[in-house]
C-alpha cells in the first residue's frame, strides 16, 4: 500500500520542517521527488537525506511567488503527477497593527506561490493520467487564531482554493485536497517564537504545545503520513476535502 513508485512528485518548501519530511517519505515510497526551495541549502540537506536512502530527487531554486520562475522549473519537470503546496511563510498580527507590506508578503508567497504552481501542475497533469494535488492549509481555515490576521487569510484561501480545483478538474481525473494541522514542531514555529517572544521561548513553547488538546505540537512526519495517504492511489475516492491533523484542536477545545 501507498506506493509511489513511477510517480513524480513536486514539493514546495520541501528543504524544511513539513515540507522535508513528505519529500522523505514519498522518496522512500518510489516516488522521484523535486524540491521547490527558496533556499538552495536547505534543499540540498534534504536531497542528501533522500539519496542517502537510496531515493531520487532533485532540486529546483525558485520562489514560488514569481510566476515565470515556476513555469520554468514545472517545464523542466515535464510530468508531474503529485504537487504538494507547502511553502509558506508566518505572520504575527491582528487586523489593524498588519501593514499593507506584509498582508502583500504573505498573499504573495500563501496565496499566489500556490496559484502558480496549481496552475502550472494542472496543465502537466492534463495532459497525463491526471494527478494528485495536496494544499497545505491550517486550522487558521477553520477557526479564529488570535494575533493571525494576514495568515489565516492566506489559508482561508488555500481552503476555497482547494475546493475550486478539486470541482473544476473533476472531469480531468486531478484529486485536489488540503490538510490543516494544528501546531507542528518545525522552524517555522521555532522561527516566530523567537522572533515574536524574545526571551520567553521556553514558555511560549509550553504554551503553544498546550493549545493541542492532545498535550504537545505535532511532528512533522505524522504529517507526513497523512500527506502520503492522500496523495496515494489508496485515496482515490477523495478530492475536495481537508483533513484536519490537529490533536483535537478544532474540536476538542473546549
Ligand atoms: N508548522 C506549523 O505549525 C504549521 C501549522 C499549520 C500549517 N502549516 C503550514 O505548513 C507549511 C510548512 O510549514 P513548516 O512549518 O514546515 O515551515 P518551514 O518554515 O519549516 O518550511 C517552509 C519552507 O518553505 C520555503 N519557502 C518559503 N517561502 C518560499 C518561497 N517563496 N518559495 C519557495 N520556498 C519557500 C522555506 O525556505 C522553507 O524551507 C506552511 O504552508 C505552513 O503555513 C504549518
Not at 91 to 99: A, P, R
Not at 122 to 141: D, E, P, T
Not at 188 to 203: R, T
Request: charged content about 20%.
Amino acid at each position: 500500500m501507498f506506493e509511489l513508485t513511477g510517480k513524480k512528485a513536486v514539493v514546495t518548501g520541501g528543504g524544511s520542517g513539513i515540507g522535508k519530511a513528505i519529500s522523505i517519505v514519498f522518496a522512500r515510497q518510489g516516488a522521484e521527488v523535486h524540491v521547490i526551495e527558496l533556499s538552495h541549502e536547505a534543499a540540498a540537506q534534504t536531497l542528501s537525506e533522500i539519496e542517502a536512502n537510496g531515493g531520487k530527487a532533485y532540486s529546483h531554486t525558485c520562489d514560488v511567488s514569481k510566476q515565470s520562475q515556476v513555469r520554468e522549473v514545472f517545464k523542466s519537470i515535464a510530468q508531474v503527477d503529485i504537487l504538494v503546496n507547502n511553502a509558506g511563510i508566518a505572520h504575527v498580527g491582528n487586523l489593524e497593527n498588519t501593514s499593507e507590506e506584509d498582508l502583500d508578503r504573505i498573499y504573495q508567497v500563501n496565496v499566489k506561490g500556490a496559484y502558480n504552481c496549481l496552475q502550472a501542475a494542472v496543465a502537466s497533469m492534463k495532459q497525463h493520467s491526471g494527478g494528485a494535488i495536496l494544499n497545505l492549509a491550517s486550522i487558521a481555515s477553520h477557526v479564529g487564531i488570535p494575533d493571525r490576521f494576514a495568515y489565516t487569510m492566506s489559508k482561508g484561501a488555500i481552503h476555497a482554493m482547494t475546493m475550486s480545483v478539486a470541482k473544476d478538474y473533476l472531469g480531468a481525473h486531478i484529486r485536489c485536497n488540503s490538510i490543516s494541522p494544528a501546531r507542528v514542531h518545525t522552524p517555522f514555529v521555532d522561527g516566530f517564537i523567537a522572533k515574536n517572544y524574545p526571551g520567553q521561548e521556553e514558555e511560549m513553547f509550553e504554551k503553544l504545545s498546550k493549545t493541542q488538546p492532545i498535550g504537545r505540537m505535532a511532528k512533522p512526519e505524522e504529517v507526513a503520513a497523512l500527506a502520503l495517504y492522500l496523495c496515494s492511489d489508496e485515496a482515490s475516492f477523495i478530492t475536495g476535502c481537508d483533513y484536519p491533523i490537529d490533536g483535537g484542536f478544532i474540536t476538542l477545545n473546549n
